[in-house]
């Protein structure tokens, strides 16, 4: 296999875990972000999608932020606009995704108050030479995010349209936990597939694969419509009812 080379941007920084994204360059990466966020109120949501290589990246990200003097608040397996949402609350957030990447990929996402970072934050979090220091050890805290909670308070402010039929595809990924029951407690019916965990049966970007499992399902139970997701439950296609 002909290396890699690891893409750092706005977006995140992706590579293919074990031969570009190390372990050591998941923990220098992590501690570099961690040097910029006492002065933000030292703490860090952490989630993570389900790729094979996310649990440990997850425990490098952590010990890292938690040297810098950083509480992490760890989500575990959470889709990426939840972290985002979390880390209004609390300043700062880390996703361990490489989104809709193939599976031997993955990387970090850092999320400062509930946005991606700027330009101009990603060069100083990167040419920064002398990491800040911190006295004390960061706490390691596992919380539920109250996200669906919250969207489902703004869906009863607002006319819902008639309930109707939906299959969901996760895929596998971040989205297998949230999907389902967001859907249920809206009132709608729903149908799903690959709503396990860490279970992947197709490819993890929808936008490329042809989702035959999905349109199956659609049409043969003559749903309305489907919905399936990336691995971090960003990225999303919809299916009409005639698949």
């Not at 967001?182 to 929808?206: C, E, K, M, Q």
Request: hydrophobic fraction near 40%.
């Amino acid at each position: 296999m002909s290396k890699v080379s690891m893409k750092i941007s706005v977006s995140g920084i992706r590579g293919v875990y074990g031969q570009d994204l190390t372990i050591n360059e998941v923990y220098r990466l992590s501690r570099l972000f961690g040097s910029g966020l006492l002065d933000l109120g030292g703490k860090c949501v952490l989630g993570r999608d389900t790729r094979p290589s996310s649990h440990i990246i997850a425990r490098v990200v952590e010990s890292a932020l938690m040297a810098q003097g950083i509480d992490v608040y760890n989500i575990d397996i959470a889709p990426t606009p939840v972290v985002f949402r979390e880390a209004r609350k609390y300043h700062a957030g880390c996703v361990i995704t490489a989104s809709h990447n193939p599976l031997d990929w993955n990387g970090l996402k850092f999320v400062i108050n509930g946005r991606g970072l700027y330009e101009n934050e990603l060069d100083i979090m990167l040419d920064r030479a002398v990491e800040q220091q911190s006295n004390n050890f960061g706490r390691s805290v596992s919380f539920f995010s109250s996200y669906i909670n919250e969207l489902l308070e703004l869906a009863q402010s607002i006319q819902m349209a008639e309930k109707i039929k939906i299959g969901l595809d996760p895929g596998g990924g971040a989205a297998c936990q949230y999907s389902n029951i967001l859907f249920r407690n809206l009132g709608y019916r729903v149908a799903s597939i690959n709503d396990t965990a860490g279970i992947h049966t197709r490819n993890p970007d929808p936008t490329v694969d042809d989702l035959r499992e999905l349109r199956a399902l659609v049409r043969c139970n003559s749903l309305d419509l489907g919905l399936a997701l990336d691995l971090d439950g960003d990225r999303l296609v919809v299916i009409d009812k005639t698949g």
